[in-house]
């Protein structure tokens, strides 16, 4: 199976995702004849650019003969839009946005029109339809109600139409991203400025793994978000793969030790049966020192009660030689905020550090196995097909141990004893 990976460690846009394409393999006239087909008056300009040392390709879009010029020149000069963001975007098009305004439905009839094929037609319909859906949401107006003047612009419809015929074009079969770095900073927007990330690309973003580097500067534009949600079928860590073409698109801004770029990868995807699996996953920190230590287990079981995959403790001396306990909790990317919040209402702690990690977990199943005194579920996990390791469930064997009044480790001898009497029977069946 044939996949590309997104790693948007700096973020995303329209114009970085266009030049990755195209870094990548995409051929330029695939590019040039969608333009053509909207038979808009637009035109593409291709170049290299270095970004903090890393060569990548650059795209930028003219419309007649005059250039996109900064956006902040352009809002300080022309009247407010409707429902759309004025962003000064540190990746997307700078684009003066020419004519009125368009709606859903006369982009829609524009797209449709082009002589791309049905699936491209599709998917950037889909990236306007989410663009749509999200400014409609923000401003509490109907679907039909929201018309795009940033979005809707010529050189917009470029980017979203290249974007569709462009993935279709690498012929992958999956697309995975990388969490996605936002940026930081503030944003001017039609309706007054507002922190980074955007409005728009919150609400596009929902459900993503999302962080800030730090960088003062928007790096995940609305445009961006709508291409990451529309073609995105998983958020993830770098995916097994073997390694097939990679390509750099470049941002517009040139960072100092930052490399403004978004990568893609495409390759073919290794046996995902015969390996363990990659998930992401959050980590969470905090020192504690003033903590009951009664209070310490309670927040530990609380933490597993509310969805966390692990959570432990380790004695560390921290400032002033005060001793403490390091509390580390691991959590699916989606429940970190909830346990997050856990933490700072159960203990004393000011700050909670979160972290994002890869890990590779092995596949497991459960099975039941019949001692003399109950069933007992035996955890099974295997590595390229074999069974590596099995371990009867604590929480079964601790039951029937009280309820049974016999001793702990007598249970769980004979649930593995009957477990291999099963895998043996069924070697030789």
Known sequence: MRIAYL??????????????????????????????????????????????GISATKVDVWVGDEKDQPREEYWAKKSTPS?????????????????????????????????????????????????????????????????????????????????AVGAEALGVDNWVCSPLNVG????????????????????????????????????????????????AIRFAAFPQMKISATGYGAGTRDFSNHANVLRLTVGEAQDSAALPDHEMIAILEANLDDLNPQVFGYVMDRALEEGA????????????????????????PDDADRLTKLLFTETTTLGVRIRYETRQALRRRSIIVTTRWGDVRMKVANLNGSVSNYAPE????????VACRVPLKTVMQEAIQQYLGVTKNEQHG
């Not at 995702?17 to 637009?42: H, K, S, W, Y």
């Not at 319909?125 to 989410?130: A, E, H, L, V, W």
């Open 394 to 401: 604590y929480e079964d064997c601790r039951r029937i141990a």
């Open 184 to 231: 930081g900073g503030t944003v001017v927007c039609a309706h007054g400025t507002f922190p980074v990330p955007a409005p728009a690309t919150v609400e596009l973003l929902k459900g993503a793994p999302v962080y800030s580097s730090g960088l003062q500067a928007e790096l995940v534009t609305p445009t961006g978000a709508a291409i990451a949600k529309t073609l």
């Open 7 to 52: 790693d948007c460690f700096s973020g995303l846009s329209g114009d970085m995702f266009l030049g990755a394409l195209l870094d990548a393999g995409v051929r330029p006239e695939i590019f040039e004849n969608a333009v053509a087909a909207l038979n808009l008056g637009a035109r593409l300009e291709i170049s290299r650019v270095m970004r903090s």
């Open 83 to 163: 429902h759309e963001q004025s962003h000064d975007h540190g990746h997307e098009h700078h684009h003066e946005h020419r004519g009125r305004n368009r709606g859903l439905k006369e982009i829609r009839e524009i797209i449709t029109a082009a002589t791309i094929s049905q699936p491209a037609k599709e998917t950037a319909i889909r990236i306007f339809d989410n663009l749509g859906a999200a400014e409609a949401k923000i401003h509490d107006v109907p679907l039909a109600d929201v018309h795009f003047h940033e979005v809707g612009a010529v050189d917009a419809m470029v980017d979203i139409v290249c974007a």
């Open 309 to 332: 995959l692990d959570a432990f403790g380790i004695p560390v001396q921290m400032k002033k030689n005060r001793p403490g306990m390091l509390l580390t909790i691991l959590a699916r």
